[in-house]
Antibody, heavy 117, light 107 residues
Framework: EVQLVQSGAEVKKPGESLKISCKGS????????IGWVRQMPGKGLEWMGI????????RYSPSFQGQVTFSADRSVSTAYLHWRSLKASDTARYYC??????????WGQGTLVTVSS | SYELTQPPSVSASPGQTARITCSAD??????AYWFQQRPGQAPVMIIC???ERPSGIPERFSGSRSGTTVTLTISGVQAEDEADYYC??????????FGGGTKLTVL
């Protein structure tokens, strides 16, 4: 069974760094794109970008270019979303998803990130 | 930038048909996908490649396309269908994007 399991909720202060994770199982982790999606409180879904764990090819949506970094560790079948310096406006729930032949058909449960002083 | 436009809200009584549209200039060249998101839950893909229904999705959900507009139709709306619905597609550079989302209210 394909599963994406994300790391737990985080509470951080502005300026701190953070890395959240998305662990894939039940499939060949290096063979499918992983996407990241932001959902700010009470708002819609926003596409952040994608990473191909097989070769770490990464593509960022224009709004998120330079704001976050994607990475992947094939040895532990895990993708990461990293911030160097968090802002209050980064408060949101973040989802990872897997691109299959039919589309983005598997999603993680989401990670809630709260940034507050 | 590439944008997908959805109505903010749609309402229907139980048993009626609800239709949610999604339009964009570049849509004819790329497939569209539809997601359902219930409160507090992760999105679920309910329509792929414009018209296909993934395994496990009820038959009352269907997708269609006409020119630059794709439509999600829910035939025989049920109370459990009350949720937010998002269309998704990609531009010519492979950048994925969501529509703004439509809140379906079951009256």
């Amino acid at each position: 069974e394909v599963q994406l399991v994300q790391s737990g909720a985080e509470v951080k202060k502005p300026g701190e760094s953070l890395k959240i994770s998305c662990k894939g199982s039940g499939y060949s982790f290096t063979s499918n794109w992983i996407g990241w999606v932001r959902q700010m409180p009470g708002k819609g879904l926003e596409w952040m970008g994608i990473i191909f764990p097989g070769d770490s090819d990464t593509r960022y949506s224009p709004s998120f270019q330079g704001q976050v970094t994607f990475s992947a560790d094939r040895s532990v079948s895990t993708a990461y979303l990293h911030w160097r310096s968090l802002k209050a406006s980064d408060t949101a729930r973040y989802y990872c998803a897997r691109l299959g032949t039919s589309g983005w058909n598997y999603w993680g449960q989401g990670t809630l990130v709260t940034v507050s002083s | 930038s590439y944008e997908l436009t959805q109505p903010p809200s749609v309402s229907a009584s139980p048993g009626q048909t609800a239709r949610i549209t999604c339009s964009a200039d570049a849509l004819p060249n790329q497939y569209a996908y539809w997601f359902q998101q219930r409160p507090g839950q992760a999105p679920v893909m309910i329509i792929c490649k414009d018209i296909e229904r993934p395994s496990g999705i009820p038959e009352r959900f269907s997708g269609s396309r006409s020119g630059t507009t794709v439509t999600l139709t829910i035939s025989g709306v049920q109370a459990e269908d009350e949720a937010d619905y998002y269309c998704q597609s990609a531009d010519s550079s492979g950048n994925w994007v969501f529509g703004g989302g439509t809140k379906l209210t079951v009256l």
